[in-house]
C-alpha cells in the first residue's frame, strides 16, 4: 500500500535494530512467555508503523519507489515474519520448511488458483456442470484432452477441480493427482504426520495472526488500532484514502483528483489506475487538517450526479497494520502450502465457533464483512480460503455449509425456498394485482436489479445436478421451494401488459427490457425443475397440482360478457375478449410451467397410471388456451401490422418471445399448452375460439359463396394475413410432435429436425448452428451427438469458414411450416428446397413429412384435422381459389390449406398402414373430403375442388402440391379397398398409379424444355441475321477496322527477322546494346473523364494515384533509433534497411487537372464534415489523402506518367573502364572545384582540368511542359514529406534522394520476396526450407510476367519518375549527391566522409548512381560516350563492390552438400580475390579452404542484387526480358547475367579489368569502418538478406493465452495486463488499451501499441490481441481496423473474442496471408477499406490501443 517516500532513509535507530535484532531469540522470548497474544501484539505494535507507511507513496513509480518498497519487503521479512517461522517450525525456517515439505503426503487436490486471463478447460462430457475446470498442466495429462472440451480465459481467483472426484462424472484425476501409495486417504488426518508441539504451536500462533488480520480487514475505525496495537509514540500523520466503487468512471475519478490533490494528469491517471486494480489507494500524506481538506474537495466533485467517491482520513498506524494484515494472509497462504497438517490446523482455527455463538468464526466474519472490504484484502482472503479451507476435503464440506449460512441461507433445510424468498422481497414494485413492475426503475434499482439476479445464479447451482434418489425430507424440501418459486411466476403472470395504440403513435416506450431479462435468467431454472420433476412420480403429480391451484387463484379477471358462436353446424359458449381492444400481456410463465408439467405426466405414463391421482378433471380446458392463444393472437395481428403505432417495444417482445433464448419456455410451450387444450375439447369448439380470437368468425361464418366484403382495402389485407396465421397455428398445434410426450419421439429426434430445417435454408457454419439451437443448463445443445449423421462437413479455404451441408436422404423430412421458421427464413427454405428439387428432376412439390405418431394423451389432437369447422374453412379457401376475384385470399392461404389437407392423408395412410383391419381405423378423412360439404360450403366437396384448382392457370406453382394430394387419395382409397391384405402389400400396390402419374409429369416437363430449347434456337438465328444486316449496310466502317487490324497485326512478322533472332539469343536492359521500348506511343484513358491521351512529356500530364509509407518490412534491426528528420542525411542507405519508403499503386490513372479538381473537392467536402461531425473518416486529407475515385484505395499523392527511355545511339562509341573512370573522375573534380569556388572554399587549389566538351555553366532545357513539371514536383514533395516526416519544403537538397530511395526500396522489396526459390535451390541449408515462402518464390513464381498489373504500372512509372525527378531540383543538387555517391565508389584522398563498404546497400547505391548520373551527363556536350555506357560500367562497379562486401561479411559454416564438379575457374578466382582482401585487411579474414563453398556463398549472396538490378533496368529502359525469366525453372542464372549484360561467372569483372578495380579494392578495404566492423565493432549484415516473416506462432491457441496469462503489465508494479497483445512482427508482448501504459509520441498521449509501431513498424503495426483472439491492424495514430485471426476450431471458424471455446489451432494458410498483407505492404489499404465498409470503426479511438 502507501510506502514511505524515496529519498527518505529509515531512522537510524532502526537500522541499528535491523542489524542487531534475532528472530531466533524473539521465537524463543515468544515460546516462554505466558500470553502469547500479548507478546505478539506488542512486537507488532512496536515494529508495524516503524517499517510500513512511513510517508506518501511515490508518485511516478520510479526506482526511487521500488527501491522503496524493496526495503519494506526485507524489514517485513526480517523483523515480523522470521519470528513466526521460528517460532511455528523450532528451527532455520528454511531447513524446517523443506523437512515438512519433503515428510508431507499431498491430497490429490490440485487447488492451482488461476491468473487473469490463464486458459481453464472444461469437458462438456464428463464436468458436473461449466464451473469444473481443469487448469493446462492437468488437462493435458488427463482423458479430457480426447473428448470434447470448452476453453476459456479465467477472469482470476477461480481454482483446478482436478482431483475432486464431485466436479467430475469420470476421469477425476490428471496423471499427476492420481492417487498413489503415497497419497494419504483422503479420511486421514494429516496433522498425525506432525511433531505434536508444532501442531499446538502452529494453532496458537494461527490464531493469534488470523485474528489480527481479521480484525483489521473488518476495522472501522480511521483514528484507532485495535486493543494491543497502540504504538509506544503516536504521530499525528494520516493518509487521504480513496476508495473504488462501480458508479464513477475514469476520467471522472482522474479530473477530481487533479483539482482535489493538485497533480498531473499523468499521476492522477497511475492514482486511478491504482484504485482500479487495489481498490484503495493513498492520493495525500500528512496532517489531519491537510488530509480532510482533500477529501472535502473529492465528496464535493463526485456528489453532484451521484453518491460521491467513498473517501477516509485514516491514521498512519491503521493503515501500516492493515498493510501487514494482508502480507500475514499471503504469508499463512504460503507457509500452508508445506504441508496438509499445518492446512488441517490453519482451517480448525477459521471455522472455530468464537464466543459469540453462531456466525462467529473468523472465517464467518470474513464473508460477513465481504461487501466492506477493498479489493485487494478480498482477493487475499480469498486467496487464502483457496488455498487452505477448499483445499482440504473434510473441511471444504463444513465451508460450505458456513458459506451458505454466511449468506443468510440454510443448506440442510431451505436454501432453493430461501434465495427465491430472498430475490423475490428484492423486487418490491408491483402493480395492484401484485404483479412486477419495471417501468419507473431509476438507474441505481436497475443496477440493484442486475445485483439482484446473480441470486438466480446461485439457484442454478443447487438445480443443476438431478437426485438419483429421492427421500421424503427432501420431496418436502423440494416441493416447499417449489411454492415459493410459484409465487415468483405468480409475480410475473401478467406482467408488462399493452394495449392496442388507435389513433396516433404511442408518445413513450414503455420498459420492457427488464421482464425479458428476468425471463432469460429464469428459463434455465424452469428447465431444470421440470428435469427435477420428471425423476420423481409423486414430485411430478404434486407439483402438477400445486401448479393448477396457483394458476386458478389467479384466474381471469369477472365479468366478461357471455356469446355464443356458431360456425359449419357447431355451437361453442365463450365469452366476449378482442385482442386489438383489451389488455394482452406476453407473460404467462405459470401456463408454460403448467404446460411443461403436463407433457412429463405423458411422458413418464403417470397420467395413464395413476389418473385418479391427478386432478384432470379440475382442468378447464377453454380457460387453459386462453392466454396462450391471446399471446399467439398478438403476433398474428402484429405480423398483420396492427399494433405498427405501438412502436419498438412490442416489436422486441415479440423477437425476443420467439428467438431461441426464451422460445423454450414461452413460444414453445404456449402451442403445447394449446396442444393440451385441444386434446381435451371437441375439436369445432377449439377451432371455433381460436377463430374468435382471431376475429374471424364473420368470415368463415357467413355463406362462403358470397365472400365477406369488406371495403377498406387495409382492413381486406389484415384478415387475409390473420387468416394464414391462424392456419399455420392450426399446422403447429396439429403437426408440432417433436417433443418427447407429446408425439413419441426422442429427445435427440428433436435436435435432429432442428438441424434439418436451419440446413434447408442454406449450408450453415456450426457457430450459426449452435446460435439456432437452445442451450441448457450446462451450456450444450446436443448438436454433436447428431450433427454427422444428418449433415456433411466442408473445410474452408484461405477465407471463409466451414460449412455444413444437409446430405440429400434427409430432405424428405423437411416441413415448410416448421414452428421455429421465421418468414423470412420460411421463404428462404422453399426458394432453396424448391432449386434443389428442380435440379434433381423432380417435381416442385412440398409435401409435409411423415408425422411421428401422438402420445396416448395428445391422441385426439388428430381429429381437429377432420372436424367439420376445419373442413369448412378449407372448402371456403379453396372455393375463393377457383373463383378469385378483388383480392379476397392470397397463395399464402392456399398453400397451408394444401398443408393442412396433405397432413390429413398421411396420418389416415399412416393409421391405416398400422391396423390390423378396417375396423380400427377412426380416422376417416378421405371420406369426409370426398361427400359435398354440409352448409355454408354447398358448393361441392373439398376433393372436388382440389381437383377443379389442378389445372387453373393462375396456380401453376401448387399444381404439383395439388397432384401429390389427389394420387395420396387415391393411394389411400385403394388401400381401403384392399384392406382385406396386409397394410404393406396395399402400400406397394398403391404405389403404381403414383408412378404412372409422376412419368406423365416427367413427359410434360421434357416437352415445355424441348419447346423452350426451340424458341432460344429461333430468336439466336434472328440475332445472327440482324447483325449480318447491320455490318452490310456499314461496309466501309467494318473494312477500315479490319485493314488497321490486320496491319496492326502482321507488322511485327515484317520488320522481325533481320533483328529478333539475335534478340532472343541475347536480351539485354542496360549498356549501350540494350534493346529499346517495345512500344513507342502509350495511350491511356483518365479514369474521371475517360478521354483517351498519350503519354508525352510536353502534353497533358497523366497522373496515377499512389500511396507512399514508410516501412520496415525488409529491416535487419529494429533497435535503430528513427533518424532526427530535420539532420538525416539519406544519401547512403544503411544495409540493415532500417527503414525505407514504400510507394504502392491501385494502377488507376486520370488527367492531373482532373485528379485536382476530384481533390478539392475531396477538401472542401472534408471541411463540411468537420463543421457537422467531430471525429476522423477513413483517409487524413490535411495530411493529402484520398481515396481513389473508382476502386476507393487508399492514397496520397500522384505519380505523372512520363515516355519511355529512347532508344541507344549507335553512333556513339563506348569508352572501355578505364577511360569512362577517368572522364568521369576528372567531372567530378570540376565540380566539386566549382561548387567551392561558389560557395568561397577554394583558395590555396590548384583549378582541375576540365574534360573537352564539359560545361559546368550548361543549363539544360526541362524537357517536359509546364503540368508535368508540376506534378514532378508534387510527387516529389509528397515522397519527401512521408519519407522524412517533415513539412514540405521544395528546396531541400534531400528531395531527390528521397525520391530515388523510393524507388529502390519499392523494387528491393519485390525482389527481395521474389529470390527464395533459386536460393533454397543453391543453399541446401536447413534453414533454407523455411525461407522457401515468401510471396512471389514462394510460390516459385518467376522474376517477370508474374507481377499483378497494378504492381507492373506503379514499378514502372515510378522507376521513370525517378529517373527524371532531378529535372525539379536545382541542378546543383543533384551534381552534389553524384559526387559524393561516385565518391563512395571510387575513393580518393578527398573522400573522408565516404561510409566504408560494409555500411552501403550496394542496390540503392546503384539507383542513386544511375539516376543521378543522367544531370551530370548533360553538361557534357561532347557527346563522346552514351549513358548506357556509364549505366553498364556503374553496374559492374556496384557489381564487383557487392562481391568484395559478399566476401568480407561471409561466415564459413560447412555446407551440407555434396561437392558437385562445378567450374574450378569460378572456384579459383574467388579464392584469389579473397586471399587479395585477406592481404589488403591483414587476415582480419579468416583462411578458407574451399573455393567451392566461397564462390557458391557469393552466388546465392549477390542473387538478390541482381534481381532487383534487372527489374530496375527493365522499368527503366522498357526492355523486354528473355524467355527464361518469364517462366520459373532452372537457367536462371544464365539469363538473369545475360540480361544485366555480365558475365555468367561475376569473378570475371574482377579479373577482365584488375588493374582499374585493384586500386579501388585496396581503399575499400582500408577504410577504418571495415576493420571495426569485422572485428565486432558492430552488428554485419551477411548476404543474402533472409526475408523477414512474422514470429513464428504456437499450433495450440491455449499457449499463447497462457503465455500471456503470465505477462505483467511493466508499469504498473506486477499487475496483470488486461488486453496483452502480441506485436506479429518482433513478438513483444504489451499492455494495450490501458493508461498506465500510455506514452507521450508527438506530444499526445498514446496506449502502448501505437507507441510500439512507431518504433517497430515505423507508425504501422500488426498485432494479436490474446484474450478476444483477435488480429490488430494499427496505421498511424487514427487508423485500424479488425482483422481475421490465423487461429480456427475443428469447424473452420475463427471464434473473436473467445466466446464459443471450441480449442483454436493455426491454420499456417491463414497466417500465411497476413505475412504476404505485410510483406506486399497492403495494410494500410486493408485498414482504408475496413474503414469505408464500417464507419463503426472510424470512431473508435485507435490511438489508445
Known amino acids: 500500500m502507501a510506502a514511505a517516500e524515496s529519498d527518505r532513509d529509515p531512522p537510524s535507530a532502526l537500522c541499528s535494530e535491523f542489524l542487531n535484532f534475532s528472530a531466533r531469540d524473539t521465537a524463543t522470548r515468544w515460546l516462554e512467555a505466558a500470553d502469547l497474544k500479548h507478546e505478539v501484539y506488542r512486537h507488532l505494535a512496536v515494529y508495524v508503523p516503524r517499517i510500513l507507511c512511513l510517508g506518501p507513496t511515490p508518485g511516478g513509480g520510479g526506482?526511487?519507489?521500488?527501491?522503496?518498497?524493496?526495503?519494506?519487503?526485507?524489514?517485513?521479512?526480517?523483523?515480523?515474519?522470521?519470528?513466526?517461522?521460528?517460532?511455528?517450525l523450532g528451527e532455520e525456517p528454511s531447513t524446517g520448511l523443506a523437512l515438512l515439505q519433503e515428510k508431507n503426503q499431498p491430497s490429490p487436490l490440485c487447488g492451482h488458483v488461476f491468473k487473469v486471463g490463464e486458459p481453464t478447460y472444461s469437458c462438456r462430457e464428463c464436468a458436473a456442470d461449466p464451473t469444473c475446470v481443469l487448469c493446462m498442466q492437468c488437462f493435458l495429462g488427463s482423458v479430457h484432452r480426447e473428448h470434447r472440451y470448452r476453453m476459456t480465459t479465467s477472469g482470476g481467483g477461480g481454482f483446478c477441480d482436478c482431483g475432486d472426484a464431485e466436479a467430475w462424472n469420470k476421469g477425476p484425476y490428471c496423471h499427476n493427482h492420481t492417487p498413489t501409495a503415497n497419497t494419504r486417504d483422503s479420511e486421514a488426518d494429516p496433522t498425525?504426520?506432525?511433531?505434536?508441539?508444532?501442531?499446538?504451536?502452529?494453532?496458537?500462533?494461527?490464531?493469534?495472526?488470523?485474528?489480527?488480520?481479521?480484525?483489521?480487514?473488518?476495522?472501522?475505525?480511521?483514528?484507532?488500532?485495535?486493543?494491543?496495537l497502540e504504538p509506544p509514540e503516536r504521530g499525528d500523520t494520516y493518509y487521504c484514502m480513496l476508495f473504488n466503487d462501480e458508479v464513477h468512471t475514469y476520467e471522472q475519478v482522474i479530473y477530481t483528483l487533479q483539482k482535489a490533490v493538485s497533480c498531473s494528469q499523468k499521476e492522477a491517471v497511475s492514482f486511478a489506475t491504482t484504485v482500479d486494480r487495489d481498490g484503495r489507494k493513498s492520493v495525500r500524506f500528512g496532517d489531519f487538517q491537510f488530509c480532510e481538506?482533500?477529501?472535502?474537495?473529492?465528496?464535493?466533485?463526485?456528489?453532484?450526479?451521484?453518491?460521491?467517491?467513498?473517501?477516509?482520513?485514516?491514521?498512519?498506524?491503521?493503515?501500516?497494520?492493515?498493510?501487514?494484515?494482508?502480507?500475514?494472509?499471503?504469508?499463512l497462504g504460503q507457509v500452508i502450502q508445506y504441508s496438509d497438517g499445518l492446512r488441517r490446523t490453519l482451517c480448525q482455527v477459521g471455522l472455530q465457533t468464537g464466543p459469540e455463538g453462531e456466525n462467529s468464526s473468523l472465517v464467518d466474519q470474513l464473508m460477513l464483512n465481504d461487501s466492506k472490504m477493498w479489493k485487494g484484502a478480498r482477493n487475499i482472503y480469498h486467496q487464502l480460503l483457496m488455498n487452505s479451507l477448499l483445499m482440504d476435503l473434510k473441511y471444504k464440506k463444513i465451508f460450505a455449509i458456513q458459506f451458505a449460512k454466511a449468506r443468510m441461507l440454510m443448506v440442510e433445510e431451505n436454501l432453493m425456498k430461501t434465495i427465491i424468498r430472498t430475490f423475490v422481497d428484492h423486487l418490491r414494485h408491483r402493480d395492484l394485482h401484485g404483479r412486477f413492475q419495471f417501468d419507473r426503475y431509476t438507474a441505481q434499482q436497475a443496477f440493484k436489479f442486475g445485483r439482484v439476479q446473480s441470486l438466480i445464479g446461485d439457484l442454478k447451482y443447487v438445480l443443476i445436478s438431478r437426485p438419483s434418489q429421492w427421500n421424503d425430507q427432501l420431496r418436502v424440501k423440494f416441493l416447499e421451494g417449489l411454492d415459493a418459486f410459484l409465487e415468483l411466476l405468480k409475480c410475473m403472470q401478467g406482467m408488462d401488459p399493452v394495449v392496442r395504440q388507435v389513433g396516433q403513435h404511442i408518445e413513450m416506450e414503455p420498459e420492457w427490457e427488464a421482464a425479458f431479462t428476468l425471463q432469460m435468467k429464469l428459463t434455465h431454472i424452469i428447465t431444470m425443475i421440470q428435469d427435477w420433476c420428471c425423476t420423481d412420480e409423486r414430485v411430478l403429480i404434486e407439483a402438477y397440482r400445486k401448479c393448477l391451484s396457483v394458476l386458478s387463484s389467479c384466474h381471469l379477471p369477472e365479468g366478461e360478457q357471455p356469446i355464443s358462436l356458431s360456425v359449419a353446424g357447431h355451437t361453442v359458449e365463450t365469452f366476449r375478449y378482442q385482442v386489438s381492444q383489451d389488455k394482452v400481456s406476453i407473460h404467462l410463465p405459470l401456463y408454460r410451467l403448467l404446460a411443461g408439467l403436463h407433457v412429463l405426466l405423458s411422458r413418464t405414463e403417470v397420467a395413464s397410471r395413476f389418473p385418479e391421482q391427478l386432478p384432470l378433471g379440475e382442468l378447464s380446458p377453454p380457460l387453459l388456451i386462453e392466454l396462450p392463444l391471446r399471446c399467439l393472437v398478438l403476433c398474428a395481428q402484429v405480423h398483420a401490422g396492427m399494433w405498427r403505432r405501438n412502436g419498438f417495444s412490442l416489436i422486441n417482445q415479440i423477437y425476443y418471445y420467439h428467438n431461441v433464448k426464451c422460445r423454450v419456455e414461452m413460444f414453445d410451450k404456449d402451442i403445447i399448452m394449446l396442444q393440451v387444450g385441444a386434446s381435451m375439447m371437441d375439436p369445432n369448439h377449439f377451432l371455433m375460439i381460436v377463430l374468435s380470437r382471431f376475429e374471424l368468425v364473420h368470415i368463415f361464418s357467413s355463406d362462403c359463396r358470397k365472400r365477406y366484403r369488406e371495403a377498406n382495402k387495409d382492413v381486406v389485407q389484415q384478415n387475409n394475413t390473420l387468416i394464414e396465421e391462424m392456419l399455420h397455428l392450426i399446422i403447429m398445434v396439429v403437426g408440432e410432435r417433436y417433443v418427447s410426450g407429446v408425439g413419441q419421439v426422442e429427445p435427440l429426434e428433436e435436435v435432429r429436425r432442428e438441424i434439418i430445417h436451419q440446413l434447408s435454408i442454406r449450408a450453415m457454419a456450426h457457430s450459426e448452428l449452435v446460435k439456432a439451437l437452445p442451450e441448457n443448463g450446462n451450456k450444450e445443445t446436443g448438436l454433436e451427438r447428431v450433427i454427422d449423421s444428418v449433415a456433411s462437413f466442408k473445410k474452408p479455404g484461405v477465407t471463409g469458414r466451414g460449412l455444413y451441408e444437409l446430405r440429400p436422404e434427409w430432405t424428405k423430412h423437411f416441413n415448410l411450416y416448421f414452428h421455429h421458421y421465421s418468414r423470412a427464413d420460411q421463404s428462404k427454405a422453399e426458394e432453396a428446397q424448391r432449386k434443389t428439387r428442380r435440379q434433381n428432376g423432380e417435381d416442385t412439390?412440398?409435401?409435409?413429412?411423415?408425422?411421428?405418431?401422438?402420445?396416448?394423451?395428445?391422441?385426439?389432437?388428430?381429429?381437429?384435422?377432420?372436424?367439420?369447422?376445419?373442413?369448412?374453412?378449407?372448402?371456403?379457401?379453396?372455393?375463393?381459389?377457383?373463383?378469385?376475384?378483388?383480392?379476397?385470399?392470397?397463395?399464402?392461404?392456399?398453400?397451408?390449406?394444401?398443408?393442412?389437407?396433405?397432413?390429413?392423408?398421411?396420418?389416415?395412410?399412416?393409421?391405416?398402414e398400422n391396423s390390423s383391419g378396417d375396423d380400427d381405423v377412426t380416422f376417416n378423412y378421405t371420406s369426409k373430403i370426398t361427400r359435398p360439404g354440409e352448409a355454408p360450403s354447398t358448393s361441392g366437396s373439398v376433393l372436388a375442388l382440389l381437383e377443379s384448382l389442378q389445372n387453373a392457370p393462375h396456380l401453376e406453382v401448387h399444381k404439383d402440391m395439388i397432384s401429390w394430394i389427389l394420387k395420396m387419395v387415391s393411394n389411400i382409397k385403394t388401400m381401403r379397398e384392399r384392406s382385406c391384405s396386409t397394410s404393406t402389400v396395399a402400400v406397394s400396390q398403391g404405389q403404381g398409379p403414383e408412378e404412372m402419374v409422376r412419368d406423365k409429369d416427367k413427359a410434360e416437363r421434357k416437352r415445355k424444355a424441348d419447346m423452350a430449347r426451340l424458341r432460344r434456337e429461333k430468336i439466336m438465328a434472328q440475332m445472327s441475321e440482324m447483325q449480318k444486316h447491320f455490318i452490310n449496310e456499314n461496309k466501309e466502317l467494318f473494312q477500315q477496322s479490319l485493314e488497321e487490324l490486320e496491319a496492326s497485326?502482321?507488322?511485327?512478322?515484317?520488320?522481325?527477322?533481320?533483328?529478333?533472332?539475335?534478340?532472343?539469343?541475347?536480351?539485354?536492359?542496360?549498356?549501350?546494346?540494350?534493346?529499346?521500348?517495345?512500344?513507342?506511343?502509350?495511350?491511356?484513358?483518365?479514369?474521371?473523364?475517360?478521354?483517351?491521351?498519350?503519354?508525352?512529356?510536353?502534353?497533358?500530364?497523366?497522373?496515377?494515384?499512389?500511396?507512399?509509407?514508410?516501412?520496415?518490412?525488409?529491416?535487419?534491426?529494429?533497435?535503430?533509433?528513427?533518424?532526427?528528420p530535420e539532420r538525416h542525411d539519406p544519401v547512403f542507405m544503411h544495409p540493415d534497411l532500417s527503414m525505407g519508403v514504400h510507394?504502392?499503386?491501385?494502377?488507376?490513372?486520370?488527367?492531373?487537372?482532373?485528379?485536382?479538381?476530384?481533390?478539392?473537392?475531396?477538401?472542401?467536402?472534408?471541411?463540411?464534415?468537420?463543421?457537422?461531425?467531430?471525429?476522423?473518416?477513413?483517409?487524413?486529407?490535411?495530411?493529402?489523402?484520398?481515396?481513389?475515385?473508382?476502386?476507393?484505395?487508399?492514397?496520397?499523392?500522384?505519380?505523372?506518367?512520363?515516355?519511355?527511355?529512347?532508344?541507344?545511339?549507335?553512333?556513339?562509341?563506348?569508352?572501355?573502364?578505364?577511360?569512362?573512370?577517368?572522364?568521369?573522375?576528372?567531372?567530378?573534380?570540376?565540380?566539386?572545384?566549382?561548387?567551392?569556388?561558389?560557395?568561397?572554399?577554394?583558395?590555396?587549389?590548384?583549378?582541375?582540368?576540365?574534360?573537352?566538351?564539359?560545361?559546368?555553366?550548361?543549363?539544360?532545357?526541362?524537357?517536359?511542359?509546364?503540368?508535368?513539371?508540376?506534378?514532378?514536383?508534387?510527387?516529389?514533395?509528397?515522397?519527401?514529406?512521408?519519407?522524412?516526416?517533415?513539412?514540405?519544403?521544395?528546396?531541400?537538397?534531400?528531395?531527390?534522394?528521397?525520391?530515388?530511395?523510393?524507388?529502390?526500396?519499392?523494387?528491393?522489396?519485390?525482389?527481395?520476396?521474389?529470390?527464395?526459390?533459386?536460393?533454397?535451390h543453391l543453399r541446401g541449408r536447413a534453414d533454407a526450407v523455411c525461407l522457401s515462402e515468401r510471396l512471389l518464390m514462394d510460390e516459385q513464381k518467376p522474376l517477370f510476367g508474374s507481377l499483378p498489373c497494378r504492381q507492373d504500372d506503379c514499378l514502372s512509372s515510378l522507376t521513370r519518375?525517378?529517373?527524371?525527378?532531378?529535372?525539379?531540383?536545382?541542378?546543383?543538387?543533384?551534381?552534389?549527391?553524384?559526387v559524393r555517391l561516385f565518391t563512395a565508389l571510387h575513393p580518393d584522398a578527398s573522400a573522408a566522409d565516404a561510409p566504408c563498404v560494409l555500411d552501403m546497400d550496394m542496390f540503392h547505391l546503384l539507383v542513386y548512381t544511375v539516376l543521378s548520373y543522367s544531370s551530370v551527363h548533360t553538361l557534357d556536350q561532347s557527346r563522346w560516350s552514351s549513358v548506357d555506357s556509364a549505366h553498364l560500367h556503374l553496374l559492374h562497379l556496384v557489381t564487383v563492390a557487392h562481391l568484395v562486401q559478399i566476401l568480407l561479411t561471409s561466415t564459413t559454416e560447412e555446407v551440407c552438400m555434396d561437392q558437385d564438379g562445378a567450374g574450378s575457374q569460378e572456384e579459383e578466382l574467388t579464392c584469389q580475390l579473397y586471399d587479395r582482401l585477406r592481404k589488403h585487411l591483414s587476415s582480419v579474414l579468416p583462411e578458407v579452404t574451399s573455393g567451392w563453398q566461397l564462390y557458391r556463398r557469393v552466388k546465392v549472396g549477390i542473387l538478390p542484387f541482381l534481381r532487383s538490378a534487372a527489374l530496375f533496368f527493365h522499368y527503366l529502359n522498357s526492355t523486354a526480358?528473355?524467355?527464361?525469366?518469364?517462366?520459373?525453372?532452372?537457367?536462371?542464372?544464365?539469363?538473369?547475367?545475360?540480361?544485366?549484360?555480365?558475365?555468367?561467372?561475376?569473378?570475371?569483372?574482377?579479373?577482365?579489368?584488375?588493374?582499374?578495380?585493384?586500386?579501388?579494392?585496396?581503399?575499400?578495404?582500408?577504410?577504418?569502418?571495415?576493420?571495426?566492423?569485422?572485428?565486432?565493432?558492430?552488428?554485419?549484415?551477411?548476404?543474402?538478406?533472409?526475408?523477414?516473416?512474422?514470429?513464428?506462432?504456437?499450433?495450440?491457441?491455449?499457449?499463447?493465452?497462457?503465455?500471456?496469462?503470465?505477462?505483467?503489465?511493466?508499469?504498473?508494479?506486477?499487475?496483470?495486463?488486461?488486453?496483452?497483445?502480441?506485436?506479429?512482427?518482433?513478438?513483444?508482448?504489451?499492455?494495450?488499451?490501458?493508461?498506465?501504459?500510455?506514452?507521450?509520441?508527438?506530444?499526445?498521449?498514446?496506449?502502448?501499441?501505437?507507441?510500439?509501431?512507431?518504433?517497430?513498424?515505423?507508425?504501422?503495426?500488426?498485432?494479436?490481441?490474446?484474450?478476444?483472439?483477435?488480429?490488430?491492424?494499427?496505421?498511424?495514430?487514427?487508423?485500424?481496423?479488425?482483422?481475421?485471426?490465423?487461429?480456427?476450431?475443428?469447424?473452420?471458424?475463427?471464434?473473436?473474442?473467445?466466446?464459443?471455446g471450441n480449442p483454436l489451432h493455426l491454420c499456417a494458410e491463414r497466417y500465411r496471408k497476413i505475412e504476404r498483407l505485410w510483406h506486399q505492404h497492403g495494410i494500410a489499404e486493408v485498414i482504408g477499406h475496413a474503414q469505408e465498409a464500417n464507419q463503426t470503426l472510424v470512431a473508435i479511438d485507435w490511438q489508445h490501443l
Open 63 to 88: 526506482a526511487g519507489s521500488s527501491r522503496e518498497e524493496q526495503r519494506e519487503e526485507l524489514a517485513c521479512q526480517l523483523l515480523l515474519l522470521a519470528p513466526l517461522e521460528w517460532f511455528l
Open 845 to 912: 412439390a412440398l409435401p409435409p413429412p411423415r408425422p411421428p405418431p401422438l402420445c396416448p394423451l395428445f391422441a385426439s389432437l388428430v381429429n381437429l384435422l377432420q372436424c367439420d369447422v376445419l373442413l369448412a374453412v378449407e372448402g371456403a379457401v379453396l372455393h375463393w381459389a377457383v373463383e378469385p376475384s378483388g383480392g379476397g385470399w392470397t397463395e399464402s392461404m392456399l398453400q397451408r390449406v394444401l398443408h393442412l389437407v396433405g397432413v390429413a392423408l398421411l396420418e389416415e395412410q399412416q393409421q391405416l
Open 1143 to 1320: 510507394t504502392a499503386s491501385c494502377g488507376h490513372i486520370m488527367h492531373a487537372t482532373c485528379w485536382q479538381r476530384y481533390f478539392e473537392a475531396v477538401q472542401l467536402k472534408e471541411q463540411r464534415r468537420q463543421q457537422r461531425l467531430r471525429g476522423h473518416t477513413s483517409y487524413d486529407v490535411e495530411n493529402g489523402e484520398f481515396l481513389c475515385p473508382l476502386c476507393e484505395c487508399l492514397s496520397n499523392t500522384v505519380i505523372p506518367l512520363l515516355p519511355q527511355t529512347r532508344p541507344p545511339d549507335p553512333s556513339v562509341s563506348h569508352p572501355s573502364l578505364e577511360a569512362w573512370l577517368k572522364l568521369t573522375n576528372q567531372q567530378t573534380a570540376v565540380l566539386r572545384y566549382t561548387h567551392r569556388s561558389q560557395s568561397g572554399g577554394v583558395a590555396e587549389e590548384a583549378e582541375p582540368v576540365v574534360p573537352e566538351g564539359f560545361r559546368v555553366d550548361f543549363a539544360p532545357q526541362n524537357p517536359f511542359s509546364s503540368s508535368v513539371s508540376e506534378m514532378v514536383t508534387a510527387f516529389s514533395v509528397s515522397a519527401y514529406k512521408v519519407g522524412l516526416k517533415v513539412n514540405p519544403n521544395e528546396q531541400d537538397p534531400r528531395v531527390p534522394v528521397v525520391v530515388w530511395s523510393t524507388c529502390a526500396y519499392t523494387i528491393q522489396s519485390i525482389g527481395t520476396h521474389t529470390h527464395t526459390y533459386t536460393h533454397t
Open 1049 to 1124: 497485326t502482321s507488322a511485327p512478322p515484317e520488320r522481325s527477322p533481320p533483328g529478333l533472332e539475335p534478340m532472343c539469343v541475347s536480351q539485354v536492359c542496360v549498356g549501350p546494346r540494350r534493346v529499346g521500348g517495345a512500344e513507342p506511343r502509350q495511350l491511356v484513358t483518365c479514369i474521371l473523364c475517360q478521354e483517351e491521351q498519350e503519354v508525352r512529356g510536353h502534353g497533358r500530364a497523366m497522373v496515377l494515384a499512389a500511396f507512399v509509407q514508410r516501412s520496415t518490412v525488409l529491416s535487419k534491426n529494429r533497435r535503430r533509433s528513427l533518424p532526427d
Open 1521 to 1700: 526480358p528473355p524467355a527464361d525469366l518469364l517462366v520459373a525453372g532452372p537457367g536462371q542464372w544464365e539469363a538473369l547475367c545475360s540480361y544485366l549484360s555480365l558475365p555468367s561467372n561475376l569473378l570475371q569483372l574482377h579479373q577482365s579489368q584488375h588493374t582499374q578495380l585493384e586500386p579501388l579494392i585496396q581503399r575499400w578495404c582500408c577504410h577504418p569502418g571495415v576493420r571495426r566492423s569485422l572485428q565486432g565493432g558492430g552488428a554485419v549484415v551477411q548476404f543474402p538478406r533472409e526475408s523477414n516473416r512474422l514470429i513464428d506462432l504456437p499450433e495450440d491457441y491455449s499457449v499463447l493465452i497462457n503465455q500471456a496469462s503470465s505477462f505483467t503489465c511493466p508499469r504498473s508494479g506486477g499487475d496483470k495486463a488486461r488486453a496483452p497483445t502480441l506485436c506479429l512482427v518482433c513478438g513483444s508482448l504489451l499492455c494495450s488499451q490501458s493508461y498506465c501504459c500510455q506514452t507521450e509520441v508527438e506530444g499526445e498521449d498514446v496506449g502502448a501499441c501505437t507507441a510500439h509501431t512507431f518504433t517497430c513498424g515505423a507508425g504501422l503495426g500488426l498485432f494479436l490481441r490474446v484474450r478476444e483472439s483477435q488480429v490488430l491492424f494499427v496505421a498511424g495514430k487514427t487508423k485500424g481496423c479488425f482483422y481475421p485471426p490465423p487461429y480456427l476450431d475443428d469447424y473452420g471458424e475463427t471464434d473473436q473474442g473467445l466466446k464459443r
Open 192 to 228: 498425525a504426520l506432525l511433531p505434536a508441539d508444532m501442531v499446538a504451536r502452529g494453532y496458537s500462533i494461527f490464531s493469534i495472526i488470523l485474528k489480527y488480520a481479521v480484525d483489521l480487514l473488518t476495522w472501522d475505525q480511521e483514528d484507532q488500532v485495535p486493543a494491543g
Open 1361 to 1378: 519518375f525517378s529517373s527524371a525527378c532531378w529535372t525539379s531540383a536545382p541542378v546543383t543538387t543533384t551534381h552534389t549527391h553524384f
Open 293 to 331: 481538506q482533500a477529501k472535502s474537495v473529492i465528496v464535493r466533485n463526485t456528489s453532484r450526479q451521484s453518491k460521491p467517491l467513498r473517501v477516509e482520513v485514516m491514521h498512519s498506524s491503521v493503515v501500516a497494520h492493515q498493510c501487514f494484515a494482508l502480507k500475514a494472509l499471503s504469508w
